[in-house]
């Protein structure tokens, strides 16, 4: 038997229409490339998404099922097209500004982009490429300056497409499964691959994101989104916010630790986002020079890769500021856990709790998560037994975009991450490796992960990044490469294998320690491991 409630699909327009009706009131406030400040409310977002909308379709040609890419610093702009574009029945396609020219024109040419929203500032790098774009018939610049030019062929300024349309325009009916949003995943491993978001899985996602047991966002909250919008739709952020009801500031290309801090004093910012790369700068900046006046910042979100446990206790004891873990990908819209401990870890030590909350954490509603031996039997609960983490659920990917990718699902329709896991018996994921990342010694698996984190806790040690490097006897053994906090500073060896015997038993400690400037980072900020074991492979780290 049918339920007898409403089919009301669950679409990004009903989202803006709740934000403009729940929050008109609340806050976008932008520091764009040029250093300006722009600041307009919800209520405006609305009226200005609908000209949007208007220029989408009457101008541009923009039909439904048509991909747009946009090619963007997080802005008000960003934010319109988030919503005018899956409106109008379109699919924003988000295209990361940091991959090299190769990866950024198969992407465009595999998504078959109509047009491509630009900002003035990026205009260069796809000028150098644009003549082997084969779908692309225009470009819309964004954040122009006056004496602006360009050698891009067909292109009209942002303002001039929106300015003059009508404020009126009536959704045109969306199912809820119909895609709205598209990312490629940065593929450290090949090309990048293609996912496709739904209106559905967009709305649940954001939905769950401001729940107390995941980002525990409300109406109460100045958020700094830091996440980019070129990357995993910024995590989902400028829709859960009008859920929310959330202020949302957005920092465009300002992203030095000095203008970040500088933004989230000037718009008394109480939580924000970010991948680790950015906290450890903000963090040593800090440290530098502490703030004149304590920040209004309580939290902050952080994932893409480890959240340290060192970093954790850094901000809390220097600073007060308490970093949340929380674990996703490109595949799974991107959240799915978070690290938040409970009312029974309140008599705990702090540095239990700072073990617990290093951990990727439970997953959300809607997500289930599994770890799967070699053997291929899901292995116990126990926090011990590693595998494989495989998920499933409302917005976890079924198929990559024009091609199925079987080898990343299961039989049973399990999508597999490509993480080595255990979970523990609370429910706390916690992730030791990639899958290609693990190091297999003697038979035995060491993470790779774990040394990470037990290395950056040593005093001298700024980052660090362990590879896998070819044994004759043990099959693999650990490299690790290390950046020092002071670069005139020394730090032997055997100091640095004495202070790993405290947490790890001998086979698992590195033998071969090599001191680098910087750990090579891909273009969404991560440790470059297919970087560092070319490098290695070439004869460049020694
Ligand atoms: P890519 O793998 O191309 O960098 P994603 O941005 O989708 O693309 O990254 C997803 C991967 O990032 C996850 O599979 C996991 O390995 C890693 N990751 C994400 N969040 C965390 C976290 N909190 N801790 C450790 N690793 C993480």
């Known amino acids: 038997m049918e339920g007898l409630m409403m089919d009301y699909p669950l679409t990004t327009n009903t989202i803006l229409e709740y934000g403009n009706s729940a929050f008109p009131h609340k806050k976008l406030i932008s520091h764009l490339p040029d250093g300006t400040r722009h600041e307009y409310t919800y209520g405006d977002l609305y009226k200005r998404t609908k000209q949007l909308a208007n220029a989408l379709t009457k101008k541009l040609g923009i039909n439904k099922g048509d991909i747009v890419g946009t090619f963007a610093w997080n802005h008000y702009q960003h934010v319109e097209l988030y919503y005018a574009i899956p409106g109008v029945g379109a699919v924003c396609h988000t295209i990361n500004i940091r ?12 998504s078959e982009d109509k047009v491509i929203f630009i900002d003035a500032s990026l205009v260069p790098l796809l000028e150098k490429i644009s003549a082997k774009f084969e779908t692309v018939e225009k470009f819309i610049i964004i954040n122009a300056p006056e004496n602006f030019t360009t050698t891009l062929n067909n292109t009209i300024h942002y303002e001039d497409l929106v300015s003059d349309q009508s404020e009126i325009y009536e959704w045109p009916g969306l199912k809820e499964n119909e895609a709205c949003g598209m990312c490629y995943r940065s593929g450290t491993t090949g090309m990048p691959k293609g996912v496709l978001y739904s209106h559905r899985s967009t709305y649940l996602h954001a939905l769950t994101i401001q729940s107390p047991n995941a980002g525990n966002y409300s109406n109460a909250d100045t958020i700094l989104l830091i996440v980019p919008q070129f990357h995993v739709m910024a995590w989902g952020f400028p829709y859960m916010c009008l859920l929310s009801g959330s202020n949302m500031v957005m920092p465009s290309s300002n992203l030095n630790p000095q203008a970040l801090i500088k933004i989230m004093e000037t718009e008394t910012v109480n939580k924000a986002n970010g991948v680790p790369t950015i906290w450890m700068g903000i963090y040593d900046e800090m440290k530098r020079n502490p703030p004149k006046e304590k920040l209004a910042l309580k939290e902050y979100l952080v994932g893409g890769s480890a959240l340290t446990e060192s970093l954790i206790e850094g901000f809390e004891k220097d600073f007060g500021i308490e970093g949340v873990q929380a674990w996703g990908m490109t595949e799974t819209s991107p959240l799915g856990t978070a690290s938040r401990l409970q009312p029974e870890h309140k008599g705990l030590p702090n540095d239990e709790k700072i073990r617990i909350r290093a951990k990727q954490g439970i997953e959300f509603p809607g997500i289930e998560m599994r770890i799967v031996g070699e053997d291929g039997s899901v292995a116990p609960r126990d926090g011990k037994t590693m595998g494989e983490l495989q998920v499933r659920g409302v917005w976890v990917i079924r198929s990559y975009f024009k091609t199925l990718n079987r080898e990343n699902f299961t039989e049973d329709g399990w999508f597999r991450t490509g ?63 290390i950046v020092l906090a002071d670069k005139e500073d020394t730090v032997s060896e055997e100091e640095l294998k004495q202070f790993l015997s405290l947490n790890f038993v001998s086979y698992q400690i590195p033998d071969r320690y090599v001191f680098i400037d910087q750990v090579p980072r891909t273009s969404v900020g991560k440790f470059d491991k297919k970087e560092i074991r070319r490098l290695f492979s070439e004869g460049e780290l020694s």
């Open 419 to 481: 993480d080595v896991s255990t979970i523990d018996a609370d429910g706390y994921m916690t992730i030791t490796d990639r899958t290609k990342d693990l190091i297999k010694s003697g038979g035995e698996w060491i993470s790779s992960v774990s040394l990470e984190s037990a290395l950056m806790a040593h005093p001298k040690i700024k980052e660090a990044a362990v590879i896998a490097i070819p044994d004759t006897k043990w099959s693999e053994r650990p490299l690790a490469t």
């Open 99 to 110: 991959l090299s020219p190769q990866q950024t024109e198969f992407i465009i040419n595999h």
